[in-house]
Structures are given as C-alpha cells and as structure tokens.
C-alpha cells in the first residue's frame, strides 16, 4: 500500500495569514494526489484533484502542487471557515489511502 | 442536485454483520462508480471500497475477506455488508462518489455512525 504523510499534524495560524500543509507518498503517485477538507461532524469535502486542480466551488485561495511524491496545499489567506482538519489522499493506486490528517486551529 | 444518505442500524453486535444501505436522490445509478469510506471516532479516512453500476467491485484488500458492496440500479441504492463485526469496526461510515479519471471522490454522504458493541 503506498503511505500518505502529512505534515505539520496540527499549525495554529490567524485570520488572513498563508498557510501550506505538506504532504509526502511513499512512492510515486504522478499527479494523482487530492486535498479535502473536513470540518467536525461533516464528511469531508473535496478541494482540489489531481494535484492543482480547484473543485467547482472552492475559493481560490485555496491552490495545490507538486507531483511524484511531494505535493502541498496552500490557503493564500485565512479565513475564519477554513479552520479545519485538511486530508491528502493518493488516487494512483488501491486500496486508495489518505493521509493523516493536519489540523488548522485558530491562533 | 445529486445527494447521498446512508441509512442502517447504529449499533451491530460483535461478530454480526453491519448493513448500510446508500441512496442516491437527484440523480441516477447508472453509469457512475459508487463507493465506501469509514472514519473511527477521532481517526481518519480508510477506504473500503467501489462497485460500478454494472456490479464489478474493488475492495481494499485489508477488508476484502469480509466485505460486500452491491448495487440495485432499480432502486438508485447501494449497499455494503461487513460480517464478523469487532470494536475496530466501529467508525462512521460514508457512501462516496469517486471520479473514474482521477478517482477523487468529490460528492459525499452525511456519514452514519455505527458502534459494534454488545
């Protein structure tokens, strides 16, 4: 099974700062990495797909990069909804996994 | 729009078989690939496993032995089954539509919360 890092597991920032979740995979994935986000007692709710591409909906501070194995997430500017746990999940391979988690608390 | 709801027991005994049924409002089966994603209280995301409308299935191997997902097109319903319950089954559980391109899953049930317990 091909393993989902994510790091930090938790940040603390503030309203209107930038922020950038990490996320690693155990082996090349190409481009098939997504972001979700994930707020207490809601299912998750997708992001971006394919690495850089922002779901129908999503604002656009929200961006993601990167390919093979190292991917991030960027909020450009805190809102006050966007505090949340954020979830990576790989798309190449079965069984699909995701990653742990990382959690965005207010400062 | 397309909506899912997952519905089914909440509480399972150890050993018996969880039952969750998915239905689809708004849209249609047919044509789509259908899925299942479990979160236990406090962790995260393990995906369980996708059938297309036409019945082929894929499972994670971790829980191929004991699960069953299935489809009934007539009723825009799908359904998994997870025999031999234990305590480390007990998650909530979300019917998800993944993509068949990049397979995101990108339309989401509530989730339905079940305990195996005696």
């Known amino acids: 099974d091909i393993q989902m890092t994510q790091s930090p597991s938790s940040l603390s920032a503030s309203v209107g700062d930038g922020v950038t979740i990490t996320c690693r995979a155990s082996q090349s994935i190409s481009n098939y990495l997504n972001w979700y986000q994930q707020k207490p007692g809601k299912a998750p709710k997708l992001l971006i797909y394919a690495a850089s591409s922002l779901q129908g909906g999503v604002p656009s501070r929200f961006s993601g990069s990167g390919s093979g194995t190292d991917f991030t997430l960027t909020i450009s500017s805190l809102q006050p909804e966007d505090f949340a746990t954020y979830y990576c999940q790989q798309s190449y391979s079965t069984p699909y996994t995701f990653g742990q988690g990382t959690t965005v608390e207010i400062e | 729009q397309v909506q899912l709801q997952e519905s089914g027991p909440g509480l399972v005994k150890p050993s018996e078989t969880l039952s969750l049924t998915c239905t689809v409002s708004?849209?249609?089966?047919?044509?789509?690939?259908w899925g299942w994603i479990r979160q236990p209280p406090g962790k995260g995301l393990e995906w369980i496993g996708y059938?297309?409308?036409?019945?082929?299935?894929n499972y994670n191997a971790s829980l191929k032995s004991r699960v069953t997902i299935s489809v009934d097109t007539s009723k825009n319903q799908f359904s998994l089954k997870l025999t031999s319950v234990t305590a480390a089954d007990t998650a909530v559980y979300y019917c998800?539509?993944?993509?068949?391109?990049?397979?995101?899953?990108?339309?989401w049930g509530r989730g339905a919360l079940v305990t195996v317990s005696s």
């Open positions: 059938i297309y409308y036409s019945g082929n299935t």
């Open positions: 998800a539509r993944p993509n068949s391109g990049y397979w995101y899953f990108d339309l």
């Open positions: 708004g849209g249609s089966t047919s044509r789509y690939y």
